[in-house]
Every structure is written in C-alpha cells, then in structure tokens.
C-alpha cells in the first residue's frame, strides 16, 4: 500500500524507477560475475580433461577473481539509468533473478570466455612449445577478455555503442586500475615469479587483444540479432 501526502505523482515515478535501477544493476553484476567463473571453470576444468595440463596457476585465479572480477563488479553496481528502463513492462513477482533471458546469456557468455581462453593456450604452446609462456599467455587472455566483457554486461539487449564507453566512469575508472595491476604483475619483476608468468612479445599482446576483441564482436553481433528478432515478434 501507498500512502500520498499531496496530489504530485513524481515521487511515485521516482521510486519506480530507482527500484528498476538497483534491480537491474543486481542483475549486472550477477550476470558479469557468473560469466566470468563459467569461463574460469571451463578453462579449467577442460584444460585438465584434454590432457592439456594446468591451463591457469591457483594464485592466477585468485588473482583474477579479485582484481579483474571484482573492481568492475562493484562500479557495474553504479550503473546509472539505463534508456528505456521506464518502457519496461512490470516485473512478474515470480519471475526469478535469471529470468529475461539472463540465464542463458551467462551461461553462453561464460563458455565463450573460457573456450577463448583455452584455444589461445593451446595455440601458443602448439606453436612454441613453452609452457610457461602459454600460462601467461592465457591468464593475460583470460584477464583482458574479462575486462572487456564487463562493458557487455551493461545492458543485455542495447549495443555498447549506442550506450557509449564512458557513460559509467566508475567502470572505466574500474577497468582502468584492473589492467593497470595486471600489467605491473608482467613487468615489475619481483612480481613475476610470484604469478609464474614471463614478459610477453607484440605477437603474444596481438592474440591477447584479438580475443577481447573477438569476446565484444560476438556479444554485439548476439546482442543485434535479439534486438532483430525482437521488433520482428513485435511486427516492426
């Protein structure tokens, strides 16, 4: 029940929409942090099961859950309004958290993650044969895609484009001090082997960044293709 102190309504709409917010800021977060350890355990898990050997060290993993994970998780809870928010047809109280779709885009997304993860691995050490360098290569891989992956999960159906990169500047700022610790785990040299990992060369850097690319390029192309079928259902 609600009680009105005068006839103005905004106050009402006001807290509509600030509810809408925090829910689907609660869905972001979600969705990036469930995608993110799917991909973690697949490039895991099937790394062990191809016999292809340890994929990722423990304290890599830590260290991913943490850095990676964790600074866009929280600055993903600020998101301001999303356009359209207020278009939205109420929410069903029955619905649960991963209904809309959610589910299955984490659970897609997150395999994505860690297939990347794992074909980069493989390829560096088909092609060099050093298995310490494959390792860093992947954790780098599996670090930046993660990154990159956090501004897909701002919205679920709206391009990042039509969004704009710098319209939460906590996540940049977020992302920005996340790559920023990565790279100090490569270059400081104390640090490298706490992490197991080498200094990596252009080719090594150029595979890292055409699986972030690739990870953005196939949530668009997904992401267009909803919205596609979306206004054909709706006859537009």
């Known amino acids: 029940d609600m009680v009105l102190a005068d006839d103005n309504f905004a106050p009402i709409v006001a ?12 869905r972001k977060v979600i969705h990036y942090l469930l995608s993110c350890n799917i991909g973690e355990i697949v490039a895991i898990f099937f790394g062990i099961i191809l016999g292809w050997g340890r994929v990722l060290t423990p304290i890599q993993i830590l260290w991913v859950n943490l850095v990676t994970d964790g600074l866009p998780a929280l600055a993903l809870g600020v998101e301001p309004l999303e356009r359209g928010v207020m278009n939205e047809r109420p929410r069903d109280p029955k619905e649960g958290i991963f209904g809309r779709g959610l589910g299955w885009q984490i659970a897609w997304q997150g395999v994505l993650v860690g297939v990347m993860t794992l074909l980069v691995y493989r390829w560096d050490l088909a092609m060099r044969g050093d298995r310490l360098r494959a390792e860093t290569v ?27 990169w710098l319209h939460n500047r906590p996540l940049v700022v977020a992302v920005g001090v996340s790559l920023l610790l990565q ?13 197991d990992v080498v ?32 206004r054909s259902q709706a006859g537009i």
Not at 16 to 21: A, K, L, N, T
Not at 138 to 164: C, E, K, P, Y
Not at 183 to 195: A, I, K, N, S
Request: hydrophobic share 60%; charged share 15%; net charge positive.
């Open 199 to 230: 200094p990596l060369s252009v080719r090594d850097w150029a595979t890292v960044m055409m699986a972030a690319v690739t990870m953005l390029g196939v949530v668009e192309i997904v992401k267009a293709a909803v919205r596609f079928l979306g």
């Open 138 to 164: 992947a954790f780098m891989t599996l670090s930046l895609v993660q990154l990159v992956h956090s501004f897909n999960t701002r919205s679920l159906r709206q391009s990042l484009f039509r969004i704009g």
């Open 15 to 26: 807290a509509i929409q600030e509810g809408r917010v925090i829910y689907a800021n609660i």
């Open 183 to 195: 790279l100090m785990v490569l270059t400081v040299p104390f640090l490298r082997p706490v992490f």
